[in-house]
């Protein structure tokens, strides 16, 4: 099944014909006669999409829809409102209640489903962000939402200027403070390729020819600036197959009506405001899944990568050496005598002490190399394409970068000299396995540290 739809109507004829039209699209469906059943089947079972009559026996639908949106289990499960009289007074009405949408009666088939398609797949991206915004809450890295939402950029695309103008027009009354743009397409492109793409679009679907709107959308979809824009496709009222290609080409929202009369004007201003809403909710998570997981592979103190990052890197470069026939070295350092300046000058020194030896270490190696803190005073550096010889001479390097300036430590008033000791490690033609690798370079490190410390330590076989 691809979604859960519970149908609210007080006529058993027309629940059980929307139920078969539903099953045979393979949705699941719930069934409710009554605003008060309504009630009872989403406190047992919460659904995926609401298709509720406007006007129960029991109830008011457009009531039914502001309870749903107070309750958590169902403050965004979309709700299609239908009614035998979908005015403009009445659509406005049901988006005012929290609506997604509201439909005529009887609805039309292809245009039902359009609209079901696109709502669930915005909901299936937002439960997805959702628990992953949640996982990282709970680990203390998701990002707080904004106390302060800056003006929103609407770009305004018709197949005139002049007719854009008259949406802009329209619009300025019910979106005040947000910037609104006038675009034709070519302008709208650059625009979106700009450094602050609009936050959201309304096109009209029939620019200079027709269906041309729907491919800037498809256009506009395909692009990494615009890819997350709210977009709003405006279409004639009589073009059901427009609408139903605009919502599996990716719209987030339709408008029924290419020339904004003022009910329309404000039709179309709370669609934009809930898209928008949208959207910033959705870069929200976004940048709390990017930040979480960058934080999640970085060291907090040094910002070096840790452990968990680095051990797959390794496999991968080793992988990498042995598909090109390279050799690829390890090396594992590790700071001499760290625990006496933690415990002569206190923690904080040994912080100033540690971030200080990554930037070094930054500053020796190259892109293509790869850089670890994975323990205490412990990093992990690999290296690939390299022999013995520019391996060995990288880590002296390292060791003179490190050993030879005191690292100045300004809350004690001094600077100290830091050394560090390093085991190197060479896998041949990338064979050796990655742990491996790590083994003996780690045994090497001992050998450094039982021969006075502050030197490099090659691994050798016949030594091990």
């Given at each position: 099944?691809?979604?859960?739809?519970?149908?609210?109507?007080?006529?058993?004829?027309?629940?059980?014909?929307?139920?078969?039209?539903?099953?045979?699209?393979?949705?699941?469906?719930?069934?409710?006669?009554?605003?008060?059943?309504?009630?009872?089947?989403?406190?047992?079972?919460?659904?995926?999409?609401?298709?509720?009559?406007?006007?129960?026996?029991?109830?008011?639908?457009?009531?039914?829809?502001?309870?749903?949106?107070?309750?958590?289990?169902?403050?965004?499960?979309?709700?299609?409102?239908?009614?035998?009289?979908?005015?403009?007074?009445?659509?406005?009405?049901?988006?005012?209640?929290?609506?997604?949408?509201?439909?005529?009666?009887?609805?039309?088939?292809?245009?039902?489903?359009?609209?079901?398609?696109?709502?669930?797949?915005?909901?299936?991206?937002?439960?997805?962000?959702?628990?992953?915004?949640?996982?990282?809450?709970?680990?203390?890295?998701?990002?707080?939402?904004?106390?302060?939402?800056?003006?929103?950029?609407?770009?305004?695309?018709?197949?005139?200027?002049?007719?854009?103008?008259?949406?802009?027009?329209?619009?300025?009354?019910?979106?005040?403070?947000?910037?609104?743009?006038?675009?034709?397409?070519?302008?709208?492109?650059?625009?979106?390729?700009?450094?602050?793409?609009?936050?959201?679009?309304?096109?009209?679907?029939?620019?200079?020819?027709?269906?041309?709107?729907?491919?800037?959308?498809?256009?506009?979809?395909?692009?990494?600036?615009?890819?997350?824009?709210?977009?709003?496709?405006?279409?004639?009222?009589?073009?059901?197959?427009?609408?139903?290609?605009a919502y599996d080409l990716g719209a987030d929202d339709l408008i029924v009506g290419e020339h904004p009369t003022p009910a329309l004007a404000e039709e179309?201003?709370?669609?934009?405001?809930?898209?928008?809403?949208?959207?910033?909710?959705?870069?929200?998570?976004?940048?709390?899944?990017?930040?979480?997981?960058?934080?999640?592979?970085?060291?907090?103190?040094?910002?070096?990568?840790?452990?968990?990052?680095?051990?797959?890197?390794?496999?991968?470069?080793?992988?990498?050496?042995?598909?090109?026939?390279?050799?690829?070295?390890?090396?594992?350092?590790?700071?001499?005598?760290?625990?006496?300046?933690?415990?002569?000058?206190?923690?904080?020194?040994?912080?100033?002490?540690?971030?200080?030896?990554?930037?070094?270490?930054?500053?020796?190696?190259?892109?293509?190399?790869?850089?670890?803190r994975i323990g205490g005073e412990e990093f992990l550096i690999g290296m690939p394409n390299v022999d013995l010889r520019d391996a060995r001479r990288a880590?002296?390097?390292?060791?003179?970068?490190?050993?030879?300036?005191?690292?100045?430590?300004?809350?004690?008033?001094?600077?100290?000299?830091?050394?560090?000791?390093?085991?190197?490690?060479?896998?041949?033609?990338?064979?050796?396995?990655?742990?491996?690798?790590?083994?003996?370079?780690?045994?090497?490190?001992?050998?450094?540290?039982?021969?006075?410390?502050?030197?490099?330590?090659?691994?050798?076989?016949?030594a091990a």
């Amino acid at each position: 099944m691809t979604g859960k739809i519970l149908i609210v109507d007080d006529v058993a004829t027309n629940r059980i014909v929307l139920k078969v039209k539903l099953a045979a699209a393979r949705y699941q469906t719930l069934q409710a006669g009554s605003g008060a059943e309504a009630l009872r089947v989403i406190a047992n079972e919460t659904p995926d999409l609401i298709l509720l009559e406007a006007r129960l026996p029991d109830a008011n639908g457009y009531e039914i829809c502001r309870k749903l949106r107070t309750l958590p289990a169902t403050a965004d499960v979309p709700i299609i409102l239908t009614a035998t009289d979908a005015s403009p007074a009445a659509r406005l009405a049901a988006l005012r209640a929290g609506a997604n949408d509201m439909l005529s009666k009887p609805v039309d088939e292809q245009d039902l489903f359009a609209r079901l398609r696109g709502l669930l797949r915005a909901r299936a991206e937002d439960l997805d962000l959702g628990i992953r915004e949640s996982a990282f809450h709970e680990l203390g890295l998701a990002e707080a939402a904004a106390d302060y939402a800056p003006p929103a950029t609407v770009a305004l695309v018709a197949g005139s200027r002049e007719t854009a103008l008259s949406w802009k027009n329209a619009l300025t009354r019910y979106l005040p403070g947000d910037v609104l743009t006038v675009l034709l397409r070519d302008e709208a492109l650059a625009e979106a390729a700009g450094a602050r793409c609009p936050d959201a679009f309304l096109i009209a679907a029939d620019l200079a020819h027709p269906g041309e709107g729907l491919r800037l959308m498809s256009d506009l979809r395909a692009r990494a600036q615009s890819r997350h824009a709210a977009i709003c496709i405006a279409v004639a009222g009589n073009g059901t197959d427009t609408a139903a290609a605009a919502y599996d080409l990716g719209a987030d929202d339709l408008i029924v009506g290419e020339h904004p009369t003022p009910a329309l004007a404000e039709e179309a201003a709370l669609r934009l405001r809930r898209q928008i809403e949208r959207k910033r909710r959705s870069d929200r998570q976004r940048r709390s899944l990017t930040n979480g997981l960058r934080l999640a592979m970085t060291d907090p103190l040094t910002g070096l990568h840790n452990r968990r990052y680095a051990m797959p890197q390794l496999l991968r470069m080793a992988e990498n050496a042995r598909d090109a026939g390279h050799p690829i070295a390890v090396m594992v350092l590790d700071l001499d005598r760290f625990k006496s300046i933690n415990d002569t000058w206190g923690h904080g020194t040994g912080d100033t002490v540690l971030v200080e030896v990554a930037r070094r270490l930054r500053r020796c190696l190259s892109p293509s190399d790869l850089l670890a803190r994975i323990g205490g005073e412990e990093f992990l550096i690999g290296m690939p394409n390299v022999d013995l010889r520019d391996a060995r001479r990288a880590a002296e390097h390292i060791c003179g970068v490190i050993g030879n300036s005191p690292i100045a430590i300004p809350e004690i008033g001094r600077s100290l000299s830091v050394t560090v000791s390093i085991g190197l490690a060479l896998g041949t033609n990338g064979s050796a396995p990655v742990d491996l690798l790590i083994n003996q370079a780690d045994h090497a490190l001992l050998g450094s540290k039982a021969e006075g410390r502050n030197q490099v330590k090659v691994f050798c076989r016949s030594a091990a």
